[in-house]
């Protein structure tokens, strides 16, 4: 409701060069942002069009569970972008209230059995999907088998959906509610000194990490292996290893690798190219980790596990004199919101990329017998159809994709680099105001972007973030924007880039430091960051705009804050 009588709704301008054409005129009302944290790119087709099918109904199986105050979402795609908005719960304040103690009290009664939950119920339901498609032999179905399988994949992947929303709000609960109530009994402290009780617990992301640096010293043990990888393009490399016995056993090696880990997409959206796919992301890593001193991964972890235990124990010093309920509360929210952590990183490794990778597995196979009878010049191409498109092909294989599959894919090309608005439609007069998911504190609601206090106003020559993993750092900035730029980083630099997922995790081995457009305390780059414990600023929103390639930089994690420096 608009208190303040002089505030007024604005229509959102965007430059000229950015058409803005609205598939429902109505839309144009209402409040659409952008979430560059998860989909910082042009959105494929069949990504967005899969989504719209499973995402929808697995949030809308979700929300009744918790009774979330988030009751619905939409999505529209301007210019090869997907902008957002959410629509609340609304009623009278009482049911607004009423309705958000009741989201706490579920959402603590799941947080509070996190780990049972996820070995008991999560993760076996998602190892059956798992089974489903492993089970089933792409290579050897005909077409309408595959056509078949796609139909009984769909459910799979609303599940997929509806386990990743399940999951979502008792992790977050969890970690917020532990943070807020440690800032809460030592004042003084951060939200930085909170997580490092909760850091040095292994996660499927940590473990890839080390599995790509295994292939580093098998490769660094081998000089024929070595040479193939330093001395040619990522794009020659698998041929330049057929020269040698130990190119051979190097590439038996790479195999198991991408068997294990290459379902995965280099971004969360999986109608991009996966690594088994295109290896030229893991190559370029190997690449860059060749150029490296050796290192013992898991002694890296067991320092920041012993940093936890260290934290943990002072924590419990200084809780000494406090009410035992106190203390009580204290353990509970510890070990709930350390699980919770573990499970962020560890439920993107079996829904978001190696679970929607069987997904993107299944619909390239499509692709593939597509191209061979000329629907498709590629087989990558069938992401750039919908996948209603996709069924009516499959149906009728003599239908010619070629020039629409081929125009979308310029298309998304030609908007690649543009940096698109974040907001579109019409601002409303005064933010809307949501529960967070401690239900303590009120978070603004702007459209598709649930958000905090805004950064502070930064000094000329700096720029401001939010400190995502702690310490400094100084070097020269390399602006990554995609995973085939990857070689670029050289140790000592400093990545600065829109966003990052796990599968640029290898690239926080070679980076000083780590600075982000988006994202927050719970991100993928700032949770990182700190198990890897190097420096990261993270939501700096346009740091890769003014950020130079080369340009020498100080990045300051605990604060927050980069420094321009030339």
């Known amino acids: 409701m608009n208190t303040n009588p002089s505030a007024q709704a604005t229509p959102i301008v965007p430059p000229p060069d950015f058409p803005v054409v609205w598939a429902n005129p109505e839309d144009a009302q209402h409040h659409w942002t952008r979430d560059r944290e998860h989909t910082p790119d042009p959105i494929t087709p069949m990504y967005d069009s899969v989504a719209a099918l499973t995402a929808s109904e697995g949030r809308r199986r979700t929300i009744p569970v918790y009774d979330e105050s988030v009751v619905s979402r939409r999505d529209c795609i301007i210019n090869t972008y997907d902008y957002t908005r959410l629509v609340p719960f609304t009623g009278a304040p009482a049911e607004v209230e009423a309705r958000a103690r009741r989201y706490r009290e579920k959402v603590w009664a799941v947080a509070r059995r ?26 050897a179905a005909d077409l309408d088998a595959l056509r078949d399988h796609l139909e009984d994949s769909l459910p799979r992947a609303t599940h997929l959906y509806e386990i990743h929303y399940l999951m979502g709000p008792p992790m977050w609960f969890a970690i917020d509610e532990f943070t807020a109530f440690y800032c809460d009994l030592f004042p003084g ?49 698998w041929g330049a290893l057929e020269a040698s016995v130990a190119g051979w056993c190097f590439r038996e090696e790479l195999r198991d690798f991408l068997k294990d880990y290459g379902r995965r997409s280099s971004l969360w959206d999986w109608g991009y190219p996966s690594w088994e ?72 490794y079996y ?13 390239r ?5 597509l191209a061979s009878v000329g629907c498709l010049n590629d087989p990558n191409d069938v992401f750039y159809l919908t996948l209603a498109e996709l069924r009516e092909t499959l149906a009728a294989p003599t239908l010619d994709r070629r020039a629409l599959a081929a125009g979308r894919r310029a ?68 602006v990554i924007h995609s995973l085939a730029e990857a070689h670029r980083l050289q140790p000592g630099d400093i990545l600065v880039t829109t966003t990052t997922a796990p599968p640029w995790t290898p690239l926080f081995l070679t980076a000083a430091a780590v600075v982000t457009d988006a994202g927050g305390l719970l991100s993928h780059g700032a949770v990182v960051s700190r198990e890897y414990r190097i420096p990261a600023v993270v939501g700096a929103r346009d740091a890769t705009v003014r950020i130079a390639d080369g340009q020498m930089i100080a990045v300051d994690g605990d604060q927050g804050l980069v420094t321009l420096l030339e």
């Open 351 to 363: 829904i978001d990329f190696n679970g929607f990778g069987w997904l993107h597995r299944l619909i």
């Open 189 to 237: 402290k951060t939200a930085l000194d909170a997580h490092r009780l909760l850091q040095g617990f292994d996660n499927k992301t940590l473990e890839i990490g080390r599995a790509l640096w295994r292939l580093r010293d098998l490769a660094k043990a081998a000089p024929p292996v070595c040479r193939a990888l330093l001395e040619h393009p990522a794009d020659a490399v």
């Open 365 to 369: 196979e499509c692709g593939q017998r």
């Open 114 to 139: 996190l780990r049972q939950v996820w070995e008991d119920e999560w993760r076996p339901a998602l190892a059956a999907d798992w089974d489903f498609w492993a089970a089933f032999d792409l290579e």
């Open 411 to 478: 298309e998304a090309v030609r908007w690649a680099d543009y940096p698109e608005p974040a907001e579109l439609g019409t601002r409303p007069a005064e933010p809307v105001y949501l529960y967070s998911a401690e239900g303590r504190r009120m978070l603004r609601y702007i459209g598709g972007l649930v958000t905090e206090a805004p950064l502070p106003v930064a000094e000329p020559g700096q720029l401001r973030g939010q400190a995502g993993s702690p310490g400094k750092a100084r070097g020269p900035a390399r």
């Open 277 to 348: 796919d295109d290896p030229t992301p893991v190559i370029n890593n190997l690449k860059n980790y060749l150029a490296q001193p050796d290192r013992d991964l898991r002694a890296d972890l067991t320092l920041a596990a012993a940093e936890r235990e260290a934290a943990i124990a002072q924590a419990r010093c200084d809780l000494t004199d406090y009410p035992q309920p106190v203390r009580d509360r204290f353990e509970q929210l510890l070990d709930a919101a350390q699980i919770a952590l573990v499970l962020t990183e560890n439920h993107t």
